[in-house]
């Protein structure tokens, strides 16, 4: 069964940093794309930021320059390294998988979401 | 940036009664593979969203076929047959073609 686990989220003052971790089982972690999308209160669903199973990186433009993505495939652990973070960036973050590439398509397992506030 | 645009917003339905809901993207998903690179997903109350259709018109695996995508181009819809009462929720269409991009989301209600 393919599993997504989110964590590292919480409640950090405007300019701050957090680190996500998106926690995978279940399927070749190694060779999959792999992604961030947000959701804040209410509202629909926003892409972030993804990494190939080759390392290609992509960021949405309203992240670029602030966000990082990576993986750690010896643990299968998916990233993201958020600075310089913004009122607008509090949401609900989910990791997904996408089911192939290229290009990639199909975010075929998706994590429960872990919570980001940013307020001071 | 793809522009996704959803039509209607919000959608009311009899059990089993017909639904579709309209996706346009502001500039054609056709690939030069062949491929046309829409997704849609649903997410239910209180849950993360799940792939119910990709590349514009393959089921994902166990998604009922009373679901069904169709269009092309910059054009699409998704369709259900009979709705029940678990298809509430918000559906989106994305387009996987570049950075991805979603659709605002149309949200459906069972009467």
């Known amino acids: 069964e393919v599993q997504l686990v989110e964590s590292g989220g919480g409640l950090v003052q405007p300019g701050g940093s957090l680190r996500l971790s998106c926690v995978a089982s279940?399927?070749?972690?190694?060779?999959?794309?792999l992604t961030w999308v947000r959701q804040a209160p209410g509202r629909g669903l926003e892409y972030v930021s993804t990494i190939s199973g080759d390392n290609y990186i992509y960021n949405a433009d309203s992240v670029k320059g602030r966000f990082t993505i990576s993986r750690d495939n010896s643990k299968n652990t998916l990233y993201l390294q958020m600075n310089s973070l913004r009122a607008e960036d509090t949401a609900l973050y989910y990791c997904a998988k996408f089911d192939s590439c290229y290009p990639c398509w199909g975010m075929d397992a998706w994590g429960q979401g872990t919570s980001v506030t940013v307020s001071s | 940036e793809i522009v996704m645009t959803q039509s209607p917003l919000s959608l009311s339905v009899t059990p089993g009664e017909p639904a579709s809901i309209s996706c346009r993207s502001s500039q054609s998903l056709l690939h030069s593979n062949g491929n046309t690179y829409l997704d849609w997903y649903l997410q239910k109350p209180g849950q993360p969203p799940q792939l119910l259709i990709y590349?514009?018109?393959t089921r994902a695996s166990g998604v009922p076929d009373r679901f069904s995508g169709s269009g092309s181009g910059t054009d699409f819809i998704l369709k259900i047959s009979r709705v029940e009462a678990e298809d509430a929720g918000i559906y989106y269409c994305?387009?996987?073609?570049?950075?991805?991009?979603f659709g605002q989301g149309t949200k459906v209600e069972i009467k």
């Open positions: 994305m387009q996987a073609l570049q950075v991805w991009t």
């Open positions: 590349l514009g018109s």
């Open positions: 279940g399927f070749r972690f190694s060779s999959s794309a």
